[in-house]
């Protein structure tokens, strides 16, 4: 089955700076890439996803690139916020099965 | 419904003890999907379902874990014998057909005493 990886654990940033989260997966069949906001107590909600025919997708401040032959992917948040604060899961989708795959999350602190 | 809704949202049981969970998804969403979050952990997939049917259930963890879609909306997930490792969030989420954008409940809080 799909296994995918997350970097890192918890990222700190002062308000205004960039944060980047890595992700990486294992079965090239994976086609569907979403990125989940999870702040605290409340439930996942998606943020941006990618599909496997695209390299590179933005939404005013966050963006996401992936890298079919390496198996990664990256979410980038620009002009970070203190709002931006929450913990972000990746995750992945094979062709053949129907389930999403998490990551195990990143701790995003911004500091103001 | 507007939302995916979720009952109960707390739930603290004793060891051994039977419970059901519930959840209601977006109206006309025919896929759900069943995942259960330990703390500081993502969402493990648990079971999804297209309409009636189990189309996946390899998730769950052993037999003590069941869950049923009778009329292809609500569903319940029920645990039996429950043991203190089964503690964590049950989430709940829903999606139109041949969809990947998954829309979650706010989670059942299951605590085992």
């Known amino acids: 089955g799909e296994n995918v990886e997350q970097h890192p654990s918890t990222l700190s940033v002062q308000e205004g700076d960039s944060a980047v989260i890595k992700c990486t997966y294992s079965?090239?069949?994976?086609?569907?890439f979403p990125w989940y906001k999870q702040e605290l107590g409340k439930r996942p909600q998606l943020i941006i996803d990618i599909r496997s025919n695209v390299g590179e997708k933005k939404d005013q401040r966050i963006a996401v690139t992936l890298n079919k032959t390496a198996k990664h992917f990256s979410l980038h948040i620009t002009e970070t916020q203190p709002e931006d604060s929450a913990v972000y899961f990746c995750?992945?989708?094979?062709?053949?099965?129907?389930?999403?795959?998490f990551g195990s999350g990143t701790q995003l602190t911004v500091l103001p | 419904g507007a939302g995916v809704s979720q009952t109960p949202s707390n739930k603290v049981t004793e060891k051994g003890k039977y419970v059901e969970l519930r959840c209601d998804p977006i109206?006309?969403?025919?896929?759900l999907y069943w995942y259960r979050q330990s703390l500081g952990q993502g969402p493990e997939f648990l079971i999804y379902f297209q309409g009636t049917g189990a189309a996946d259930d390899s998730g769950l963890p052993n037999d003590r874990f069941f869950a049923v879609r009778p009329e292809g909306s609500v569903s319940t997930l029920k645990i039996q014998r429950t043991e203190r490792g089964d503690s964590a969030v049950y989430l709940c989420a829903s999606t139109r057909s041949g969809a990947n954008v998954l829309t979650f409940g706010a989670g059942s809080r299951l605590t085992v005493l």
């Open positions: 079965d090239s069949a994976s086609n569907y």
């Open positions: 109206s006309g969403h025919t896929a």
């Open positions: 995750a992945a989708v094979s062709g053949s099965a129907r389930q999403l795959t």
